[in-house]
């Protein structure tokens, strides 16, 4: 399914430079592309590539289709499509050209499912092999669930949605549209809530850690996509809330009563602590850790590995990671860090000795 | 199914203050509460709350009533259920509403389990849709394991436990009473063990790492609890021991050979090393990781975040981690760090330079 | 299945020292071992165990063993394979004990499995309950599929690989021979991948993450072994590479467009980000984290808990990671590297009013 980029450019915006009537019909990096190709520049960096590159069209942004004829450079031969973001045209186009060589998979419940009778499956939805669905759950239209996926009671996965093989979603949770769900992901997990109850000091301490039952739920806003093996725990009492358009990457721990903002993403192996409020367009770091409780406003930054023990209020990129260095290295200044008292001392111990001596004359 | 404050203290303790014939129908925190409500105060700062609750009756302690009482407050239209500890004390009871209102499950199995002839299922276990239990496993009373869960041949699952949706026990496990483990969590996967064999330096190195064969299993106690995805790898000739009403949240790796001592909590993301012990009713944070061969001691706290390379046989509170601050400032510091050996040996020149000019006149 | 010690070095090579016919049905630990058992000795550590052990047979290098005799101890008594790496010589010997325990899994596809009528199965393969093998995808010679598992279409899986229950391994990806998947891991899901599309600032900021098509498969080499609920995604454009004798422990993230070299091993809960690649014959601790589009070489060790975010193209040992101490003492350390700024101040303030001193008379 080749397009024009006339047929392009009605579909997907953008202003054509060179033949509308040429055809692409697949997508690939300025280097490797061939003669069919569409590709694109993102990175100014890349612009020598344009001038080589065997592409068929180019997705370009106005500045730099400017810095290559300023050249001089002779693009007789090129075609582009001019728009502001290559990167996220060339990403729209892509998605249709994937879904169009995707093998068609036709809707209806595969025989080998297990379907509560009071579930209600939309009659485009495409149920796979081994899934459970759970009484009064409710499954929209056009929603994919792949293999071995559970859906608990009264769950609702909204039109559109993809829940990829092995994932598990507990009872009394609500995806919203267009959510994709990658495999291993586990939500509405329990809560880790235990109420100490001991008596008693060492040896002799008796008790028992006693289970809070979570009772909220999860609720998923639309466009949110989650990571494999990501586990998102149900709330305590109120729900644990990830809002529209968030996305987060694989083995990603967010624990119950948080609630992640809108266009918010987080990166692999992060940890969210519980009752942890993260604003609208965060950018979390992979292997952040966030303790419970905390409230992270609207456009921070952590970067990877750092640990956040209090609130940040404000926008802003924050960090508590060290880069590796040469072992050897590392230990002296750690062995110095770690007696950095004593360092000071001996500066406490210069200043007073210079003091007593007076100014210099 | 209500309960008045006199059937309430006769089933779980505690003293009545107000009106015994009170009823209380379920569970609400104390600004959220209707008339119906049962509230608790566990936090001496939400004291306020009490006062203007709308709950039916609050759980207290002596302490805060004799608080409340000595403001003077009108507490005549208030019922109270007066415990040591209303956190837990209202745990307990939510367990039993939260029971109460979930659907009954009959016992039996389904018909699409998949249950070999020389597995021993009790009559009271529920065994769930497209399960799959092998020769010689033993489900003991009220066991319910959910959906698309894998019980190894031989391994045993003690009376009351409760396996949700998608998780693995490999063969030649053994937990006992009333084992909760959420979805997606491995117990019984080989533990990580290679013997190295090789020859030659840089490129002319040639050999194989040889898989030491993992034939120890898990041992699991009674009212242990594992989150979400998380895995407990088998010993590699010795059991990997979990002991009894330890707690395990999401996403956390203990390695083979590993014993964890009762009633120890682990927050999510920690991952603890092969062959480690850890004491009894310690608390390991969120994110923590522990090297292998270490024996921390009973009641050790490890702070979230922070690594542990040497045995911490002394209760205590132990850390490494630093909070995440501004970037730009973090990295000045982090520069200095790394050059503190400079810092320390431009201490030594004035200390040398000081030195030589005598003692202070 | 009992080999005498003649049998096993035909089989497994070395040098018998003692009775050739002496038999042994089993292995232990020298401390452990009863008259039937081959122990051995890895470590010098232990050659006092060596003189006081009922193993039949002990392994050892030939350096030890002359030590042994050195000592003038009386081994009349006792039995030994000499071979240079006994505790490999061990895990060989091991791997067939337990493999003859094991009990017979006859080949065949189990009849609740989904297998597509265009999916290739060999002869000699073993499907589990409830196994999905989509279209086109080629099981090798002695596979053996656990339940649950799911093959996505056109995958392919190499001989005599062993795959666990509830492994999920997604479209258009290819192990080769002797990969071993332990349960819960997910193979192919797709990249973190999005472009972003946003204009205007603060709350005016609006737009969306537009996802980026994953089309790339993975590609993981014979003798690979993957750990519980590690994830390893598909690349975006070109393959996700593990290349040939790897080893990956639990809950490991590998994202997108990695290359792992060969003989590496990836202890648990690390994290490797997009695009990075790693040389052959590295060690990457437990719980390090990798940032992306670096260039690790071969033979690098990075200590557990690390961060690494600049490329280590040189063979070497790299660390970031403190150990935790007590957590008071950290705190004033930590407080001083946060102002480890004002202590170069002060440094800089000695200096001058040292230089303004003149030289030491």
Redesign the interface.
């Known amino acids: 399914m080749p397009f024009t980029l006339e047929q392009l450019t009605a579909r997907f915006g953008g202003r054509i430079e060179g033949d509308p009537a040429r055809e692409v019909g697949g997508l ?2 300025l280097d490797q592309a061939g003669p069919g190709h569409l590709a694109f520049l993102a990175n100014p960096k890349y612009l020598p590539q344009v001038e080589t590159t065997r592409a068929a069209a180019v997705l370009i942004t106005e500045e730099a289709l400017a810095e290559l004829k300023g050249r001089g450079d002779a693009l007789a031969e090129r075609a582009f499509v001019v728009t502001p ?1 290559p ?2 045209y ?3 186009v ?2 249709v ?2 879904a169009a060589a995707a ?1 068609r998979v036709s809707a209806g419940i ?1 025989p ?1 499912a ?1 379907v509560d009778p009071s579930a209600r499956v939309a009659e485009t939805a495409t149920i ?3 899934v ?1 669905v759970e ?1 009064g759950a409710v499954i929209g239209e056009h929603v994919r669930i ?3 996926v ?1 859906i608990g ?1 009264g769950t609702a996965i909204g039109e559109g949605s993809r829940i ?3 994932v ?1 979603i ?1 009872h009394g949770c609500a995806l919203e549209a267009r959510v ?1 769900v ?3 992901a ?1 939500i509405g ?2 809560g ?1 809530g ?5 008596t008693g000091e ?2 002799a ?1 008796t008790g ?6 979570q ?1 909220g739920g999860v609720k998923i806003g639309a ?1 949110v ?1 989650i ?3 990501t ?1 998102i ?1 149900r709330g305590a ?1 109120a729900d644990t809330v990830i809002e529209h ?1 968030v ?1 987060i ?3 990603v ?1 967010i ?1 119950h009563n948080c609630r992640i903002g809108a ?1 918010t ?1 987080i ?3 992060a ?1 969210i ?1 519980g009752s942890t409020t993260i604003g609208r ?1 965060c950018m979390i770091g ?2 952040v ?1 966030i ?1 419970g409780h905390l409230k992270i406003g ?2 921070v ?10 609130s ?1 209020p404000k926008a ?12 050897a290295e ?5 062995a ?3 007696n ?2 004593k ?2 001392d ?2 406490k111990a ?2 007073a ?2 003091q ?2 007076g100014a ?2």
């Open positions: 690939a990096p973001n990167y996220a060339f990403a729209r892509a998605q050209f994937v093998p595969h080998s297990s796979g092999p081994f459970v009484a792949d293999a071995h559970f009671r990829y093989p092995n598990t507990y994709i990658q495999s291993g586990v997990s329990d880790f235990f109420a100490p109850d001991f060492g040896d301490r028992e850690w006693v289970k809070i039952p009772v466009d996509e990571g494999a093996n586990t725990d009492m358009d996305k990457d694989n083995l721990q624990a266009y993403v990166a692999g192996c940890g602590a367009h992979g292997a850790g303790a609207d456009f930054i952590v970067t990877a590995k750092s640990g956040v023990s209090k940040l802003g990129m924050y960090t508590s990671a060290f880069p590796a260095v040469d072992h590392w230990n002296r200044s750690a110095l860090l770690r950095i008292d360092l000071r001996r500066i210069l200043e000795n210079i007593s001596k210099p004359e």
